[in-house]
Nanobody
Framework: QVQLVESGGGLVQAGGSLRLTCAATGNVFRVNVLYWYRQAPGKQRELVASLTNRGTTDYIDSVKGRFNVSKDNAKNTLYLQMNCLILEYTDVYYC???????????WGQGTQVTVSS
């Protein structure tokens, strides 16, 4: 199993930055890919960014050039650097790990990001 704990969310003014953190424990060596998702109230969870165990990253178009996903293997921690934030980025952000050949899914509890004008 893998346990994920997000942190780093908060209230930030439009144009500002935040760095979200997702700390992983457990069988982290079996993680294949890590994702960041976001979810607004009443809406489906939306994939934002991904990072494979080979270091390949991908982003949805609306955050390209604003967000950067990275990880610190020594700390088993995933990051999402969010810059030039806009009001529409107000959501709860979740990290997800896909683990092992069976592609088990693990989620963190989420961290709230609120962008104010």
């Amino acid at each position: 199993q893998v346990q994920l704990v997000e942190s780093g969310g908060g209230l930030v003014q439009a144009g500002g930055s935040l760095r979200l953190t997702c700390a992983a424990t457990g069988n982290v060596f079996r993680v294949n890919v890590l994702y960041w998702y976001r979810q607004a109230p009443g809406k489906q969870r939306e994939l934002v960014a991904s990072l494979t165990n080979r270091g390949t990253t991908d982003y949805i178009d609306s955050v390209k050039g604003r967000f950067n996903v990275s990880k610190d293997n020594a700390k088993n921690t995933l990051y999402l650097q969010m810059n030039c934030l806009i009001l529409e980025y107000t959501d709860v952000y979740y990290c997800q790990a896909i683990v092992g050949l069976s592609r088990e899914q693990y989620w963190g509890q989420g961290t709230q990001v609120t962008v104010s004008s």
